[in-house]
């Protein structure tokens, strides 16, 4: 495995990535990888629910649901220390901050509103919105709750 983390049970969700040693805020944790596929196998994979893939171009997108892909492991967080960085058609998993040993791995997987009830979140950050989404959308959600809130 990578010098930089290691893979073990997550109280996140699963498996996750776990810095073996303190990471520098900017530092290229490791490489998304995976299989190129057009946009039409994209959509295929999208329908049989395969959550690993990311957006490359206009033409293309990454598939990292492969055994090869350790960054598949890094789970999902509403307050994550890593974040996806897209450099030369290649996709780094980079930390936005100084990360402590010991720390899990996480990055915002960057999800939209379709069907987000669909994908609930357990990340356990103090500003969890409950689900799987991109930032942009995390006030929406939280005013949407408040709104049902009020409701009940």
Same mark, same amino acid.
């Given at each position: 495995?990578?010098?930089?983390?290691?893979? $073990?049970?997550?109280?996140?969700?699963?498996?996750?990535?776990?810095?073996?040693? =303190?990471?520098? %805020?900017?530092?290229?944790?490791?490489?998304?990888?995976?299989?190129?596929?057009?946009?039409?196998?994209?959509?295929? @994979?999208?329908?049989?629910?395969?959550?690993?893939?990311?957006?490359?171009?206009?033409?293309?997108?990454?598939?990292?649901?492969?055994?090869?892909?350790?960054? @598949?492991?890094?789970?999902?967080?509403?307050?994550? =220390?890593?974040?996806?960085?897209?450099?030369?058609? $290649?996709?780094?998993?980079?930390? @936005?901050? %100084?990360?402590?040993?010991?720390?899990?791995?996480?990055? =915002?997987?960057?999800?939209?509103?379709?069907?987000?009830?669909?994908?609930?979140?357990?990340?356990? %950050?103090? =500003?969890?919105?409950?689900?799987?989404?991109?930032?942009?959308?995390?006030?929406?959600? $939280?005013? $949407?709750?408040?709104?049902?809130?009020?409701?009940?």
């Amino acid at each position: 495995m990578d010098e930089l983390f290691e893979i $073990r049970d997550s109280p996140i969700h699963g498996r996750g990535g776990f810095a073996r040693c =303190n990471i520098p %805020a900017g530092t290229r944790v490791v490489e998304y990888v995976g299989e190129r596929i057009d946009k039409l196998e994209s959509l295929r @994979r999208c329908q049989e629910l395969n959550v690993y893939i990311f957006h490359l171009d206009d033409e293309f997108d990454l598939d990292g649901a492969v055994s090869w892909n350790p960054a @598949r492991f890094f789970n999902h967080s509403c307050d994550p =220390n890593c974040e996806a960085v897209m450099d030369g058609g $290649r996709i780094w998993i980079v930390a @936005r901050r %100084a990360i402590r040993a010991g720390e899990e791995l996480t990055f =915002n997987y960057g999800y939209d509103l379709v069907d987000y009830q669909e994908h609930p979140c357990h990340c356990g %950050a103090p =500003n969890c919105v409950g689900y799987i989404v991109a930032a942009e959308f995390h006030e929406l959600l $939280r005013a $949407r709750q408040a709104q049902a809130a009020q409701q009940d």
